[in-house]
């Protein structure tokens, strides 16, 4: 089994930072990525921003140029900093992970979700 566990939730003012961070343990072989999700009421989950194994990186239009993800693919972790948060940044945030375990094929985890509130 595999197990993602997010940690760095909080309430900030708007305009502040805060860090999220995700630990993938478990029954790894590989990861193919780890990525950021934020649900928000009454709106599909949305993908904040991936990073591959390789280091790669993406993100989506509404967190380009304020929001940072990093990891160690050898410590299988990921980190989102998030700088200059407004109230739209509300929201549960997600860690999400596609892993292959040992002989099995690649399957997608989710973790339980931090909540990230911003208040104006």
């Known amino acids: 089994q595999v197990q993602l566990v997010e940690s760095g939730g909080g309430t900030v003012q708007a305009g502040e930072s805060l860090r999220l961070s995700c630990a993938a343990s478990?029954?790894?072989?590989?990861?193919?990525?780890m990525a950021w999700y934020r649900q928000t009421p009454g709106k599909q989950r949305e993908l904040l921003a991936s990073?591959?194994?390789?280091?790669?990186?993406s993100y989506a239009a509404s967190v380009r140029g304020r929001f940072i993800i990093s990891g160690d693919s050898a410590e299988n972790t990921v980190t989102l900093q998030m700088n200059n948060l407004g109230p739209e940044d509300s929201g549960v945030y997600y860690c999400?992970?596609?892993?292959?375990?040992?002989?099995?094929?690649?399957?997608?985890?989710w973790g339980r979700g931090t909540q990230v509130t911003v208040s104006s």
């Open positions: 990073r591959r194994s390789s280091g790669a990186t």
């Open positions: 478990g029954s790894i072989f590989e990861i193919d990525y």
């Open positions: 999400n992970a596609r892993v292959r375990p040992p002989n099995k094929s690649f399957e997608v985890y």
